[in-house]
Structure formats: C-alpha cells, structure tokens
C-alpha cells in the first residue's frame, strides 16, 4: 500500500496559480499511473487529470485541459499538477491517486490508494 499525502493547495483570486504536489511513501510510484481528481462540496469526485508510469501520456478532462498540467518525478515519489488560469468552478478539494496499472484513466475504480485531499478555494 502507497501512502499519499497531498499539499499546495489554497486561497486564490481567479486567474492566479497553484502547484499541488502528492509525496508517496510506503511503496514506489514509479510503475503506476498517478490521477488527480476533485470533490466540490454536494458533488461527486470528479476526474481531473493523470499520466503514465513514465510521464509520456497525459489525459485531462475537458473542464481543465489547456490549463492544468499533471507531471511526475519517479525520483523523487511525487505527482504534481500544476493549476493556472483559475475559477471559481475548480473550487474543490484535491485528491491524488495511485493507478492500479501503468497506464492512464479517467475511472475512479481505475485507483487504489488516495490522499486526504488539498483545498482549493478560488475568488471571484
């Protein structure tokens, strides 16, 4: 099992920037694909982002692409995603998570180890 502790989230005013990161212990991430999803308060968690085992295939939901950007650092354990262009919709708390294979989804089931969460609050 991968421990997964999310950090870099905050309050922002929209068009601003955030980088989260999730620092893995526990096992190495290096074999699995990594996915960052999102949870707004009365909603579902929602597929945000994920890449491969080697960092060469990314896919984002529509909501974000063009201004998200996930990447990783096998060397370091960690996944990052960085957040530009903010609004007021990517309010939420973020989670990353381990694939249970190497290659990307979109599926909530396509994961096995997540985090606490990170909040992000964006202002209008």
């Known amino acids: 099992q991968v421990q997964l502790v999310e950090s870099g989230g905050g309050l922002v005013q929209a068009g601003g920037s955030l980088k989260l990161s999730c620092a893995a212990s526990g096992r190495t991430l290096s074999v699995y694909a990594m996915g960052w999803f999102r949870q707004a308060p009365g909603k579902e968690r929602d597929f945000v982002a994920a890449i491969d085992w080697r960092g060469g295939s990314t896919t984002y939901a529509e909501s974000v692409k063009g201004r998200f950007t996930i990447s990783r650092d096998n060397n370091k354990n960690a996944a990052y995603l960085q957040l530009n262009s903010l609004k007021p919709e990517d309010t939420a708390t973020y989670y990353c998570?381990?694939?249970?294979?190497?290659?990307?989804?979109?599926?909530?089931?396509?994961?096995?180890?997540w985090g606490q969460g990170t909040q992000v609050t964006v202002s209008s």
């Open positions: 998570a381990r694939g249970i294979g190497s290659s990307t989804s979109q599926l909530k089931n396509a994961y096995m180890d």
